[in-house]
């Protein structure tokens, strides 16, 4: 783990390398300004299923303000990172995900994983790495809403080793994940 990364650390800075399950390395680091067109394109290549799970709607584009809220980071109320491949003689993003603060100490945690990158293991290193800045910062719960059908993304809070208590309404779950809380595997 780099210097910025360490819990504690700029979560600004935070970058890091990690191994996908396929072997591949990917950096998972701060989301910065100059990522828009590659959010917008990674948005792009995402399947409708995988963007119905991520704002419980058919959303085929993001409104101005919805990108500005997606890009603009305070790294303060709200922290992002993406996951960055490398991919003919460039880089794309992979995935991405956020926190952002919802009250005092709490806050609400969502993911993206395009449809090619699915089942890598995105969603866990963005999940953990969050969960210890969001620590770093103080927070002492993590929520999301998740749809019941989304098993990849139920399983990535339950292997993600924090107290999780989860309460169904409808189709949708509620997670709450506690920072403080760690859960020893079974």
Not at 46 to 73: C, D, N, P, Q, V
């Amino acid at each position: 783990m780099s210097a910025s990364a360490r819990p504690g650390g700029e979560a600004a800075a935070f970058r890091v390398l990690e191994k996908l399950r396929d072997g591949r390395d990917i950096t998972i680091r701060a989301q910065r300004p100059q990522d828009r067109d590659a959010l917008l394109a990674a948005f792009a290549r995402t399947g409708e299923e995988a963007r119905y799970r991520r704002f419980f709607s058919s959303k085929r584009e993001l409104s101005e303000s919805e990108i500005a809220r997606y890009t603009e980071i305070d790294f303060s109320r709200q922290v992002a990172l993406v996951a960055e491949l490398a991919r003919d003689g460039g880089t794309v993003i992979a995935g991405a995900g956020r926190y952002v603060v919802s009250g005092p100490g709490r806050a609400e945690v969502a993911f993206m994983v395009g449809d090619e990158y699915q089942g890598l293991g995105i969603g866990s290193l963005l999940m953990r790495h969050l969960a210890a800045l969001a620590r770093a910062a103080g927070l002492a719960t993590l929520e999301a809403e998740v749809l019941a059908d989304n098993a990849a993304m139920l399983k990535v809070f339950e292997r993600a080793g924090l107290a999780l208590r989860t309460r169904r309404d409808g189709g949708v779950v509620h997670a709450e994940m506690g920072l403080g809380e760690e859960r020893r595997p079974g």
